[in-house]
């Protein structure tokens, strides 16, 4: 098993996406999104090139639609809302099969849902071609502040931890007759989340210990340097560049 | 002044209170010299860690001084001191902290200031001394108990330490894991100080034991010796595996 194997986002395989530095991929998706972003609602074409364009890198990368369409089913939650809008936003109001559904708030759900589901595509992208450890690399190289990348590279590291203590709880609460079937047993796994938190909290003075002992004086040493040409760069920004085409088009048009 | 090199840990008239007032250590006296092996034994609560926490700094305060080949522990050379002293912990979870091994054992070279492949070479190296060295790209949690305490004592080795200090090394290790640690720590050329309560392996690996009881050394001498010392033993709390006789292995 290798580093990112064990995550569940990430795709094992060798493409010319998967080999472009981290920081180079992750500017890439942030400038894809903003674009999207941007793009006026009214300009549907737009968004079912923007799609393509995803589509195409998708292909590059070798992620099977299958994959990344399980994956985009996070975005659920936020659909939901997006679904209400036709029914509650004032305004001009349409029918459609007897319903009657307001205009204004058709256009927003479409916005919503257009921008959102492009947005997510993009992420699971960059999540399923960029090793985890990678991405804090990149985030690391691409300035964000050492103190955020530090919480989240720590996060990777004791989340496998934190959870193996949690099923031993859990597994220690079920042994002794415990089953958690209604709000009276609420109180229990609260207190057990709270024994978690200050085990996790004592856990982290003796990894703090730990550190010390090895010298670290408040920053983390630079141990990987990531760096990219100018070509993995402008490969890169393929992406985002095409989309801006298409976005200026969309206005102008 | 001798020829001989300074000891590689002198503690001299050692005293500490936490600050809630609980007294640890009542003036330690402990000499431990350049490539010595020495087993730190006494049950719990004798103030075992306690001890092991002054020697790279990490609590100070109380009264009595240690030096470490030869330089003080204090705040003017704590950067040394924290190089010179490397402190294996019982926990590996807590001891490896970053997201592979080979990022780990990177850790404290980089914090000292070593990059690129000056320090790609240590820590090859300091994998390839405890048997670790395919396994620089694993992420920690993927390592079985007895290779995360492996990678732990590499973690400690990259640093090039004066002294080698263990907290319970073979804790929740499988005899096998245990005799492989025992098999690494015996190659390593390096002064070590081993907390334990794992007599059979205070006999296997270190020829002189000191007995730490109520925040003093009570004992000092051959491992043998006191093992074989059943009044002494009891007097302090340190019991043998049943079955055990000293004096049949030694």
């Known amino acids: ?30 400038g894809f999104v903003v674009v999207v972003v941007s793009t006026p609602r009214e300009a549907v074409w737009a968004f079912a090139l923007y799609a ?10 070798r992620i099977p639609a299958g994959f990344l369409l399980k994956r985009l089913l996070i975005e659920i939650p936020f659909v939901a809302f997006a679904l209400l809008m036709p029914f509650v936003v004032p305004g001009e109001r349409t029918a459609f099969l007897g319903v009657s559904l307001s205009v204004p708030g058709l256009w927003g759900a479409w916005n919503v849902l257009a ?9 699971v992208l960059l999540a399923s071609t960029t090793e985890l450890r990678a991405l804090i690399l990149g985030l690391q190289r691409l300035k964000l502040p050492p103190l955020l990348v530090q919480i989240a590279s720590f996060m990777i590291r004791y989340g496998d931890v934190i959870t193996d203590e949690m099923r031993r709880m859990s597994v220690a609460r079920r042994s002794r007759g415990f089953e958690a079937r209604g709000v009276r047993h609420w109180g229990v796994l609260a207190k057990s989340a709270g024994a978690l938190f ?26 990987d340097e990531v760096t990219a040409t100018r070509a993995q760069w402008a490969y890169a920004a393929a992406l985002p560049l095409t989309a801006l085409l298409i976005c200026l088009l969309g206005w102008t048009l | 002044m001798t020829a001989a090199p300074a000891p590689s840990l ?7 209170a936490y600050p809630d007032g609980h007294q640890a250590l009542f003036g ?25 926490l002054h020697l790279n700094g990490i609590l100070t305060g109380g009264a009595g001084t240690v030096t470490v080949a030869g330089l003080p522990v204090g705040k003017k050379h704590m950067a040394e001191i924290r190089r010179r002293v490397g402190i294996v912990f019982q926990d590996p979870d807590d001891q490896l902290f970053m997201p592979t091994v080979r990022e780990d054992v990177a850790f404290g070279p980089a914090a000292a200031g070593v990059r690129g492949a000056a320090l790609e070479a240590v820590v090859r190296r300091a994998l390839e001394r405890v048997g670790m060295a395919e396994f620089a790209d694993r992420p920690p949690h993927h390592l079985s108990f007895g290779q995360r305490r492996r990678v732990a004592v590499a973690t400690v080795l990259a640093m090039e330490p004066e ?23 015996r190659t390593l050329d390096v002064t070590v100080l081993m907390v334990t309560h794992d007599l059979p392996y205070a006999l296997e690996l270190c020829p002189r034991s000191v007995v730490l009881s109520e925040g003093v050394i009570a004992a000092d001498g051959r491992t043998g010796d006191i093992l074989a010392d059943e009044e002494l033993m009891a007097r302090h709390r340190l019991e ?7 004096g049949s292995v030694a």
């Open chain 1, 115 to 123: 921008k959102g589901t492009l947005g997510v595509a993009a992420s």
């Open chain 1, 52 to 61: 393509a364009l995803l589509a195409a890198v998708a292909a590059k990368a």
């Open chain 2, 163 to 185: 002294i080698l200090v263990l907290d319970e090394p073979s804790s929740n290790l499988d005899p096998a894991s245990r005799r492989e640690l025992a098999d690494i720590l």
């Open chain 1, 198 to 223: 200050i085990r996790s909290y004592e856990r982290g003075e003796r990894v703090h210990l730990a550190m010390v002992s090895r010298g670290y004086t408040g920053t983390m040493p630079v141990i």
């Open chain 2, 28 to 52: 330690v006296d402990l000499t431990v010299g350049h490539g010595e092996r020495v087993a730190l034994l006494g049950p719990n609560g004798a103030g075992k860690t306690t001890l092991v």
């Open chain 1, 1 to 30: 098993m290798g580093a990112g194997h064990a995550h569940k986002l990430y795709r094992d395989v060798r493409s010319p996406v998967h080999e472009l530095p981290p920081h180079t991929k992750l500017a890439a998706v942030l």
């Open chain 2, 240 to 246: 043998l595996p049943f079955g055990f006789v000293p």
């Open chain 2, 10 to 16: 002198d503690v001299r008239g050692l005293a500490y």
